[in-house]
């Protein structure tokens, strides 16, 4: 009697793992064929950055995206951006082929139900895992974790406003680690500066940088030769 | 009077071969600098910023006229005052080694009327020099490179600033290498009126502002008591004109301690030359 239990809980939960991943894999597919909807788009920028040992104001800017990676920011001066392409993520799932999907759960939230997934790419030429926590309701994605090979691991949060028609957010935040770095004194504008003392590995600090967007032009025509600059 | 007087000391200065090495060299300088920017620029900067790079990418046109100007004034930084003393450093002590001096004296001017027409010249000169370096440094950079954006590179620290926010600070920048280069202009001054030998004073303002920019340079804490002493630790204040915000008490600070030096090495050069016996 017992052994029959124990086997048929064992049933009941490999079941029940294979529904609920099937609904992060269904979650997945939703935000790619929402996403898929929006074949190329300009909208304008304003960046402000938290980097540290970096002073820098906010930089205006336009960005440009066209399927299924092309991807653009140009800006009206200097300004920092995370090396990570932020559509590493969507150029994954767009081939349900070519990601394993684990569900990692859901958190609860004031008014949502944030679903946590995990894809790990069967052949990413840079991304090694991506971490989702996605608003199961509106088929949003609201924040990503990304760990590249070369490139470290990159947190984006998403902030969206209430606009139905637009799904894409209105702002990115890039959580993004910075490691202290040092400029030869003879390059650097700080010959009297005293060198601080630094331990022999180099620390990493967060950094922020924070991408607001407005004024979304979707699906129209625009010269696509901005990628090549 | 004193009009006449400095005219004529510019009239000596315009004469003299060796007031022109200065302009050849910034002309050299620059025009090299420039050059090599125009033609390797883009590995020059990779190569500065390859350890960020390894955390950020960065968007924009990071080599502009801006950029080019900042690294040429940066470079200047020692060559600047040892060619003002190369002319300033003997306008007394060349006259004393000519045989000049005790006739330019019996003319009916003060000695300190003397010391400081040859003061007032040797700064227009200076001023001379800056004029040609801002002209070939800002204008021809900006005309080659373009305007944008300028990234300040500090040992740990990168500042970037708007570029409708730069020309202002590089005209203060200049203004405060125009007292910095009169601070040096007076200090071989008043060792010019210590020595009737020609050329010692300019040796030795060359060395006193090595000697002090190396002090100044070096990471010994030893040397960090010793520094605020040293003129030469205010002569490169011109840079914290682009830290962002500038630091107006510093500012202020190392501009009251350049005309402090000004005024004390007049004052000596003026004291020891009213009571200098003149021999030749």
């Given at each position: 009697?017992?052994?029959?239990?124990?086997?048929?809980?064992?049933?009941?939960?490999?079941?029940?793992?294979?529904?609920?991943?099937?609904?992060?894999?269904?979650?997945?597919?939703?935000?790619?064929?929402?996403?898929?909807?929006?074949?190329?788009?300009?909208?304008?920028?304003?960046?402000?950055?938290?980097?540290?040992?970096?002073?820098?104001?906010?930089?205006?800017?336009?960005?440009?995206?066209?399927?299924?990676?092309?991807?653009?920011?140009?800006?009206?001066?200097?300004?920092?951006?995370?090396?990570?392409?932020?559509?590493?993520?969507?150029?994954?799932?767009?081939?349900?082929?070519?990601?394993?999907?684990?569900?990692?759960?859901?958190?609860?939230?004031?008014?949502?139900?944030?679903?946590?997934?995990?894809?790990?790419?069967?052949?990413?030429?840079?991304?090694?895992?991506?971490?989702?926590?996605?608003?199961?309701?509106?088929?949003?994605?609201?924040?990503?974790?990304?760990?590249?090979?070369?490139?470290?691991?990159?947190?984006?949060?998403?902030?969206?406003?209430?606009?139905?028609?637009?799904?894409?957010?209105?702002?990115?935040?890039?959580?993004?680690?910075?490691?202290?770095?040092?400029?030869?004194?003879?390059?650097?504008?700080?010959?009297?500066?005293?060198?601080?003392?630094?331990?022999?590995?180099?620390?990493?600090?967060?950094?922020?940088?924070?991408?607001?967007?407005?004024?979304?032009?979707?699906?129209q025509d625009f010269n696509e030769k901005v990628f090549n600059q | 009077m004193m009009y006449a007087l400095i005219r004529t000391e510019l009239y000596k200065?315009?004469?003299?071969?060796?007031?022109?090495?200065?302009?050849?060299?910034?002309?050299?300088?620059?025009?090299?600098?420039?050059?090599?920017?125009?033609?390797?620029?883009?590995?020059?900067?990779?190569?500065?910023?390859?350890?960020?790079?390894?955390?950020?990418?960065?968007?924009?046109?990071?080599?502009?006229?801006?950029?080019?100007?900042?690294?040429?004034?940066?470079?200047?930084?020692?060559?600047?005052?040892?060619?003002?003393?190369?002319?300033?450093?003997?306008?007394?002590?060349?006259?004393?080694?000519?045989?000049?001096?005790?006739?330019?004296?019996?003319?009916?001017?003060?000695?300190?009327?003397?010391?400081?027409?040859?003061?007032?010249?040797?700064?227009?000169?200076?001023?001379?020099?800056?004029?040609?370096?801002?002209?070939?440094?800002?204008?021809?950079?900006?005309?080659?490179?373009?305007?944008?954006?300028?990234?300040?590179?500090?040992?740990?620290?990168?500042?970037?600033?708007?570029?409708?926010?730069?020309?202002?600070?590089?005209?203060?920048?200049?203004?405060?290498?125009?007292?910095?280069?009169?601070?040096?202009?007076?200090?071989?001054?008043?060792?010019?009126?210590?020595?009737?030998?020609?050329?010692?004073?300019?040796?030795?303002?060359?060395?006193?502002?090595?000697?002090?920019?190396?002090?100044?340079?070096?990471?010994?804490?030893?040397?960090?008591?010793?520094?605020?002493?040293?003129?030469?630790?205010?002569?490169?204040?011109?840079?914290?004109?682009?830290?962002?915000?500038?630091?107006?008490?510093?500012?202020?600070?190392?501009?009251?301690?350049?005309?402090?030096?000004?005024?004390?090495?007049?004052?000596?050069?003026?004291?020891?030359?009213?009571?200098?016996?003149?021999?030749?």
């Amino acid at each position: 009697m017992n052994k029959l239990l124990a086997v048929g809980l064992i049933c009941l939960s490999l079941v029940a793992t294979t529904l609920t991943g099937q609904k992060a894999e269904q979650l997945v597919r939703n935000i790619q064929a929402d996403f898929k909807k929006i074949e190329r788009y300009t909208a304008d920028l304003n960046i402000s950055f938290d980097i540290p040992y970096i002073k820098i104001d906010p930089v205006k800017g336009k960005v440009y995206f066209k399927q299924p990676n092309l991807f653009k920011v140009k800006t009206e001066g200097i300004a920092f951006m995370p090396k990570q392409n932020p559509f590493y993520l969507m150029e994954l799932i767009s081939d349900p082929e070519s990601y394993v999907c684990i569900d990692g759960g859901s958190e609860t939230t004031p008014g949502s139900i944030i679903r946590i997934i995990q894809l790990v790419p069967k052949d990413h030429e840079e991304l090694i895992l991506a971490k989702l926590w996605v608003d199961a309701k509106g088929n949003r994605i609201q924040k990503t974790l990304l760990t590249t090979k070369t490139n470290g691991t990159i947190e984006i949060k998403y902030i969206y406003d209430n606009n139905p028609v637009i799904k894409l957010p209105t702002s990115m935040i890039f959580g993004i680690e910075v490691g202290k770095f040092k400029i030869p004194k003879m390059m650097s504008a700080d010959l009297n500066s005293r060198t601080k003392q630094t331990t022999s590995t180099p620390s990493l600090t967060q950094g922020k940088i924070r991408l607001n967007f407005s004024n979304y032009k979707l699906n129209q025509d625009f010269n696509e030769k901005v990628f090549n600059q | 009077m004193m009009y006449a007087l400095i005219r004529t000391e510019l009239y000596k200065i315009a004469k003299r071969p060796r007031s022109y090495i200065g302009f050849v060299a910034i002309l050299l300088i620059v025009f090299i600098i420039e050059f090599a920017l125009f033609i390797d620029g883009a590995s020059y900067i990779e190569f500065i910023f390859q350890q960020l790079e390894s955390f950020l990418s960065i968007e924009g046109k990071v080599l502009n006229g801006y950029l080019v100007c900042f690294i040429i004034l940066q470079t200047l930084i020692i060559q600047m005052p040892l060619l003002v003393a190369l002319v300033t450093g003997d306008v007394i002590s060349g006259e004393a080694a000519n045989g000049t001096l005790r006739l330019l004296l019996t003319r009916p001017v003060s000695r300190t009327e003397v010391v400081m027409a040859k003061y007032i010249a040797g700064s227009f000169y200076v001023l001379l020099l800056l004029l040609l370096l801002g002209a070939l440094a800002l204008g021809g950079s900006l005309l080659l490179f373009g305007e944008g954006d300028l990234i300040i590179l500090k040992s740990e620290t990168i500042i970037v600033l708007k570029s409708n926010d730069v020309l202002w600070r590089f005209y203060a920048a200049f203004g405060i290498a125009f007292l910095s280069l009169s601070v040096v202009s007076s200090f071989s001054l008043m060792l010019s009126c210590f020595t009737d030998n020609s050329i010692g004073p300019i040796i030795l303002t060359m060395a006193v502002i090595v000697i002090f920019t190396i002090i100044g340079s070096f990471d010994l804490p030893l040397f960090d008591h010793i520094k605020p002493f040293l003129f030469t630790s205010y002569m490169i204040v011109w840079r914290n004109m682009f830290d962002q915000p500038v630091d107006w008490g510093i500012m202020q600070t190392s501009i009251l301690i350049l005309i402090l030096h000004i005024i004390l090495f007049l004052g000596v050069s003026i004291y020891y030359f009213n009571r200098k016996d003149i021999h030749t």
